[in-house]
């Protein structure tokens, strides 16, 4: 009897172990779907619009402004890309840039090298505008 007694103890001593960090882990899983499905929400309301012509563009507008001296066309869409980016949480703000990237790379429309233009210039994006100390890691993986 002492040693039924004894495993039973063992027994739930180790459930008791696994509980925990069970439910645990099942609370992590709950806040990143929660965090996905607020980023994807705010993606719904606040487009970035902007921000995904300024990248398509950009780089096409900077030539245009050194030969014709057009200036605000680039800046322009720059502050309202910037604008559109601080309403969104910074928290989902590369994911939103990741976005827009992977649209644009689903296209297929923009030769590789452009396309990693492309990606660059979103990783950059919250620097330009002044929002983060840091970089977007956006990259696909050479997938462009």
């Excluded at 499905?37 to 990248?55: A, E, G, I, P, R």
């Excluded at 649209?103 to 990606?119: D, I, N, T, Y």
């Excluded at 620097?127 to 970089?135: Q, T």
């Amino acid at each position: 009897m002492a040693s039924s007694t004894f495993i039973i103890t063992i027994l739930v001593a180790i459930h008791l172990m696994f509980v925990p960090s069970i439910s645990a882990y099942q609370g992590t899983t709950t806040y990143e779907d929660h965090d996905q499905h607020h980023c994807h929400d705010q993606m719904q309301h606040q487009s970035l619009s902007y921000c995904k012509q300024f990248l398509t563009h950009g780089s096409k507008y900077i030539v245009l402004q050194t030969r014709l001296g057009v200036m605000d066309r680039p800046e322009q869409q720059l502050q309202e890309c910037c604008g559109q980016l601080r309403q969104v949480d910074e928290s989902c703000r590369c994911k939103g840039l990741r976005h827009i990237v992977q649209e644009q790379a689903k296209k297929g429309e923009l030769p590789r090298k452009e396309m990693h233009k492309f990606v660059m210039r979103a990783e950059n994006l919250p620097e330009m505008c002044s929002l983060a100390h840091h970089r977007c890691h956006i990259g696909l993986g050479g997938n462009y």
